[in-house]
């Protein structure tokens, strides 16, 4: 049997490949610009590059196949993106599967990020019979529900995606803005630049917070940058009450990009999460915990997901 296949981790901004073995480990990985504003000729180009680096400097032969994890709504039966957000133009009706395959000349398996990354961790975290929510904070905002020994797709293969939730002020009930333009990495620079841009209206806001890692950097710094971290803790705690209301999980995992500065948030999300659920009567112990493959949970996932493909196994 070939030792590994190839995965893929598609992203607004990176793409990440690696080789994955069928424990799920890592022989090697590589990172390069996803090329997404380029739409989907971009991203095709990007992983070119990354396919010819990472099988050249390992003088990888024949592989067993693909797996690829991406952004966007996937509709896995036709192979196809069913929609995806403004930050990858032309990736919505794209047919990843069929272009993944004629590049590799192998078969390979599409799946929404978010569910290939939960589906990496319940194995590696013994969580393969319990009921499990994902919280992917990235550019923007993914996630995926496991339940009964597999991930939930639902019927329009939207299941997970609680970052086109809609959110606003409960005076104006017809104003409305998806949850993620405030939880995710991008969303965390959002709410930085707004303070920011109350507080002092000439400053370059953009400029001093492009993002949420810029947030994350300006800490020592920036009170404007702490008081963004802070509501968007308290935001997260918000979210993840509402999720144990709504889905009743034993566990919820937060991964993502978010979760590599982690050491910056993760105690005044505890404590948010703590007196959220004591003030409004949560009835239990929640169980939330941060994603122990970090960033790779994806990646992972999507070659696991490959090797567990009946008809990968049946060519191998």
Known sequence: MNKHVISYDIGGTKITSGLISPSGEIADQIKVPSRACEGAAGIMAAARH??????????????????????????KEQGLIGGATDLMPGWSGFRVKEAFESMLSQRVVVDNDGNCALYAEARRQSLMDKDVVLLALGTGLGGAIYSSGVVREGAFALSGHFGQTLVGGLSDADE??????????????????????????????????????????????????????????????????????????????????????????WQQFQESLADLNQRFGLPCEMDVRPAVLGNDAAMVGAGLMAWHDPGMQSQS
Not at 238 to 254: E, F, G, L, S, V
């Open 50 to 75: 990354a396919t010819r680096a990472i099988l050249g400097r390992n003088h990888i032969g024949r592989l067993a196949g693909g797996g690829i994890s991406t952004a966007g709504v996937v509709r």
């Open 176 to 265: 409305w803005q998806p949850l993620e333009t405030a939880l995710s990495g991008n969303g965390l620079g959002n709410i930085a630049r707004r303070i920011l841009g109350e507080r002092n209206p000439g400053a370059d806001a953009l400029a001093l917070f492009p993002d949420g890692q810029a947030v994350i950097a300006g800490l020592d710094s920036s009170d404007a940058a702490r008081t963004a971290l802070s509501r968007w803790s308290r935001l997260l705690a918000r979210t993840c009450h509402n999720i144990q209301w709504n889905y009743d999980p034993d566990t919820i995992i937060i991964g993502g990009g978010m979760i590599e500065s982690k050491e910056a948030w």
